[in-house]
């Protein structure tokens, strides 16, 4: 029993070490596999581990996968009965050649080491090597924000030998496009993402030749739901509070100006809130589009009641002086002077500011304003239906200005049409 | 002299004139060969103590876990004569020069042994040639969360470890004492979470290109605790819409105030709902404080909505009763209250005021309502006893409206009743 079980141990029957197995000792590292010969062909296999993070403002991914090498290097070709490949510590890879492969444009990168360096040597009898390495790549990618938050990027990583040109070194992907593998829970909390696939092609440096490179494009479609529930709605909301304005009494001038102003404090915040994790791009964005548009609307509306605010003033200024030209007016009543109905000629709406509107149902009780007229001389009914002009008098203001009339329809009426517009244009 | 020679046999680097290189044969072992190179796979057992979990992070999505790894396994190249059969403990340098298993954490971000004041590693062999290799490691690994229930949700972490080079058929990982291979300080605990109980699994994963693997996981469940989020956002959301609801108990025609307390509970609840999502990754789905927030801030959003509403009802009230009594000249004994609520500026007695002319100035409203109401004093406390009703020229303007007396109910009862409904589903 003592001497079958020392047959079964590999380490004892097996003389050798790994040097006289693979004979590194005569093995030239710095010489490639068939030094001064035809190119020498790398098959590429990657699996990606996960997609770590997209940061907008650096502009640049974060990649984890699994860097899989294939070659053939006849000096480590072994005999064997079998064909199975033999596993190597990772530590063999400092005695032999390998490709130099790395990742183009990318600006921080490294080998996974715990607990020891995450590489695997394997080699199979005829001397085909499959060399994987575990590493986690931050490169840079391009974005275009103008269409941001609606928008999709397309971002690749792309490999490429360091030194070894297209007549030394051919890379290509072994398994054509079904060489990119991904885990299935591959997934980012802020995109979407579409499809991942290969594509290669040659690059050229003047100075030192054509190499080739291999691409991994993806493409990253954001989830709107977080800007919508952030940035969206609530600008929706405070430009629909500023319209409570209009519904307001215009006499209650404290309650309507701090209502505007605070929409727009409050709009400027949620502006000042989105640019704060973005780049600083000198193009505008969709999402610009829609928070500055919002302001103008929230900030109309407290020039809207400023001009509410003015006329009515100026009409109050009017009235006095009227008032007193003719002294003690006021306490006499009323009522055969009194104008019930709206009809008044074009030369009074003019004289009154703008301030009545043409009412053309003269016997509806559905006024909108009344005018008293205090008649000088002799009242009858048929100087009701004459025109306002050369009727000094009293008037009473109406307690709704037209402005707020017209605001109350054209601000609803003309943001609901800028959205229509701005999401079909970006959807 | 006698004890000089006690003492001198007692100093065993005098007895012991080996090094470890002899002593192990450390020249003949070739560590790129793993034990039973060759032949069977070699059973590697592993034992893990969690001396801490250093950090979780939401917005990058995984933990940071600190722990000791020990290795177990046979080499028989390493066997040495001893007559008692204690352990050898060596310097951690010495694992440079001999095989040991390549252990790796799948889906670790960064990850690093400890190296003050020397590498924290510890390398012990037995006569038989049972080696102990222990490391202490602090890694940091993805953990996939859902933050559907946040911040009321209870998160499922693990970490994986496995072999990089050696598959099934020339390494075998297993957790050395089964279950109770995972040991974890007393002490470890986290500020935010409550650490539900940790748990030892084993399975296997495969990779097309490469084979299958044996994998550890290390699984264990947070549950968060709420009291903070209780205190940073559900308290200050619930007083908010509170203090919304105060307006529905102020007088009506007080319409700064309304307007003002209206809008400034927006903007806090606004301020709170961007405050929660500056620490949270912008994840594509609704969270449950999002929930919450965002019906606090349309219960908010209604009782400024509400107060336009009754606003605008009481001026085309005011303005029907001005056209049932047809008073030309519109000045109207009211009392000091309501002339304040009116124009803001404050009277001291009874005044007879022109409710519909319009000036910014106080002083001006106070002289003409004095020159009113000295021509009518006498009729003054006469008409203030009669009905309303037929009372020409006088309004007196009902405190309540009935849409606030409807508020002042259903308001407080549906927070209620939403708040039962949340509180009972989540928790």
Avoid at chain 2, 5 to 15: A, C, E, F, G
Avoid at chain 2, 213 to 232: E, K, P, S, T
Avoid at chain 2, 295 to 312: D, G, P, Q, T
Wanted: net charge neutral.
């Amino acid at each position: 029993s003592h001497i079958f079980k020392k047959n079964h141990d590999v380490t004892k029957t097996w003389k050798g070490k790994t040097e006289q197995l693979l004979r590194v000792d005569d093995h030239d590292f710095t010489m490639r596999p068939a030094f001064g010969g035809p190119a020498i062909p790398v098959g590429v296999d990657v699996q990606v581990e996960s997609l770590d993070s997209i940061s907008e403002v650096d502009m640049d991914f974060t990649m984890t996968l699994y860097l899989r090498h294939y070659w053939k290097d006849e000096r480590l070709s072994f005999p064997s009965t079998t064909n199975k490949s033999m596993t190597f510590d990772g530590r063999l890879v400092k005695k032999i050649w390998v490709p130099d492969v790395f990742f183009v444009h990318s600006k921080r990168s490294f080998i996974h080491d715990t607990t020891t360096d995450n590489i695997m040597l394997r080699v199979f009898p005829d001397g085909h090597v499959l060399y994987s390495m575990r590493i986690t790549v931050t490169a840079m990618c391009n974005m275009d924000f103008s269409r941001f938050p609606l928008d999709s990027q397309t971002c690749s990583l792309e490999l490429e030998s360091y030194a070894y040109t297209d007549e030394d070194l051919m890379l290509y992907w072994k398994n054509g496009n079904e060489s990119l593998k991904t885990d299935e829970k591959i997934s980012l909390s802020q995109f979407l993402i579409q499809k991942f696939h290969t594509t290669s092609r040659l690059a050229f440096y003047s100075s030192t030749g054509w190499y080739n490179r291999l691409y991994i494009n993806f493409t990253l479609r954001r989830h709107i739901f977080f800007f919508l529930l952030q940035t969206y709605f609530p600008a929706t909301l405070m430009v629909m509070l500023s319209w409570v304005s209009f519904w307001i009494d215009r006499r209650a001038v404290p309650a309507r100006v701090s209502l505007g102003i605070t929409t727009v404090l409050t709009m400027s915040t949620i502006i000042t809130g989105v640019n704060a994790s973005m780049p600083r791009v000198s193009y505008i964005k969709a999402v610009d589009i829609y928070l500055w548009v919002s302001f103008v609307f929230v900030f109309l509306s407290v020039l809207e009641y400023a001009a509410v605010n003015y006329l009515t003033t100026v009409q109050e200024r009017k009235e006095r002086k009227l008032r007193e030209r003719f002294p003690c007016t006021c306490g006499i009543p009323h009522s055969k002077t009194m104008m019930l109905d709206g009809n008044y000629s074009e030369s009074d709406a003019n004289s009154l500011a703008g301030y009545t509107r043409n009412q053309m149902v003269p016997e509806e009780e559905k006024q909108e304003k009344m005018v008293v007229h205090l008649a000088m001389s002799n009242e009858s009914n048929s100087s009701r239906k004459r025109g306002l002009k050369g009727h000094v008098g009293l008037r009473i203001i109406q307690n709704t200005h037209a402005i707020d009339k017209y605001s109350r329809l054209i601000f609803p009426g003309t943001y609901i049409f800028f959205n229509m517009i701005y999401w079909s244009v970006f959807s | 002299s006698k004890r000089e020679i006690k003492m001198r046999k007692l100093d065993s680097t005098k007895v012991r004139p080996l090094k470890s290189e002899q002593l192990l044969r450390i020249e003949d072992h070739d560590f790129a060969l793993r034990p039973g190179f060759g032949g069977s796979p070699i059973p590697v057992g592993i034992d893990v103590q969690v001396e801490s979990i250093d950090s979780i992070s939401e917005v990058d999505m995984d933990f940071t876990m600190t722990l000791y790894l020990r290795h177990y396994w046979k080499d028989e190249r390493l066997s040495f004569h001893s007559n008692k059969n204690k352990s050898m403990t060596f310097d951690g340098r010495l694992i440079k020069k001999i095989w040991v298993p390549d252990v790796f954490f799948v889906h670790s971000k960064r990850s690093f042994i400890h190296d003050t004041t020397v590498e924290n590693v510890m390398l012990r062999v037995y006569p038989d040639g049972n080696v102990l290799f222990s490391l202490r490691i602090t890694v940091s690994a993805m953990c996939f969360m859902d933050f559907s229930r946040f911040p009321l949700d209870t998160q499922n972490c693990s970490l994986e470890l496995e072999s990089y080079a050696y598959n099934e058929d020339d390494l075998m990982l297993y957790w050395k004492h089964g279950n109770k291979s995972l040991s974890t300080d007393e002490h470890i605990s986290l500020s935010q979470f409550f650490i539900e109980e940790f748990s030892a699994s084993s399975g296997l994963a495969f990779y097309s290109s490469t084979g299958w693997y044996n994998r550890l996981f290390i699984n264990f469940a947070l549950r968060r605790h709420i009291f903070f989020f209780v205190l940073q956002s559900y308290f200050p959301a619930m007083l908010m819409v509170m203090l919304s609801w105060v307006s529905f108990w102020i007088d009506r025609r007080a319409v700064p105030a309304r307007v003002s307390l209206g809008i400034t509970t927006v903007l806090t609840m606004s301020t709170i709902m961007t405050g929660v999502s500056a620490s949270m990754p912008q994840v594509s789905y609704i969270k449950a404080v999002d929930v919450y927030l965002w019906i606090s801030f349309l219960f908010v959003f209604l009782s400024v909505i509400e107060y336009a509403a009754v606003n605008y009802l009481t001026t085309i009230e005011e303005r029907k009763q001005l056209k049932k009594r047809g008073k030309a000249s519109g000045m109207y004994s009211i009392d000091a209250v309501q002339a304040m609520a009116f124009d803001g500026c404050f009277h001291d007695t009874d005044v007879d005021m022109d409710l519909t002319a319009f000036s910014d100035r106080c002083e001006e409203n106070e002289t003409r309502a004095r020159a009113a109401s000295v021509s009518n004093v006498d009729t003054t406390r006469i008409k203030r006893k009669r009905s309303l009703k037929g009372n020409v020229g006088r309004i007196i303007l009902q405190n309540n409206h009935v849409i606030d007396t409807y508020s002042r109910i259903i308001f407080p009862s549906v927070y209620i009743v939403f708040n039962f409904f949340y509180w009972g589903l989540y928790i």
